[in-house]
């Protein structure tokens, strides 16, 4: 019997501790949860001004890659209107219409009245895919233009300009604008090609008739 209580005296004596001290060590070095250390932030939340207004612009696009905001023209010798109409490839200079007066009508102008003409599937094909690289190609040197005149009113501003960066600038602007002219009348000129000639006067009948 006193054999029995000296050895769990022992046992209480030595064994409790270390099991105690073992026990508070697993306690400090328990695995620390990641995810509320690094918590996700929402960026977008945090962005600047001029960035929250870039993804709005960049929604806009994605929704509608036809849509242009209007803007304020930052260059003075552009007027808004435009500026715009640069930037949303509109012609405001009537540039087709060397075309028009000869029986060369747009792509898009066909393509108005598809049904009124009997256009089978090919012509719509082919008049799209006109309409569509035509107005790639007036945004294209639209925002060329815009960024030709932006540089002539710097150099200007800031009297920086010379004989050399005024030939070469301006020449470069008649070239943006002959571009631009060619890529019309083009479209034009292959337009005429994909309609029968009775399709081209009915069109002109149309056209008249609104």
Request: proline share 4%; glycine share 4%.
């Amino acid at each position: 019997m006193l054999k029995r209580l000296l050895f769990t005296s022992l046992y209480l004596l030595f064994f409790v501790p270390v099991f105690a001290q073992t026990n508070t060590d697993s306690t400090k070095h328990s695995p620390v949860d990641t995810t509320t250390k690094h918590p996700v932030i929402d960026t977008s939340k945090h962005l600047p001004a001029d960035s929250a207004k870039h993804v709005t612009a960049k929604k806009i696009a994605k929704d509608s890659p036809n849509e242009v905001v209007f803007q304020h023209s930052p260059i003075k010798s552009i007027t808004d209107t435009r500026y715009n109409a640069y930037l949303r490839g509109d012609d405001l200079d009537s540039m087709a219409l060397t075309g028009q007066l000869n029986h060369y009508p747009l792509p898009d102008e066909a393509l108005k009245y598809k049904a009124q003409l009997s256009l089978n599937s090919q012509q719509v094909a082919k008049l799209k895919d006109l309409a569509t690289t035509l107005h790639r190609k007036k945004v294209e040197m639209g925002e060329n233009i815009i960024r030709n005149e932006k540089m002539l009113d710097n150099l200007f501003h800031n009297q920086q300009i010379t004989d050399g960066t005024l030939i070469f600038y301006t020449n470069r602007a008649g070239l943006y604008y002959g571009e631009l002219k060619g890529a019309i009348l083009m479209a034009c000129y292959n337009t005429q090609k994909i309609l029968s000639e009775g399709q081209l006067k009915k069109l002109e009948t149309l056209e008249k008739a609104n």
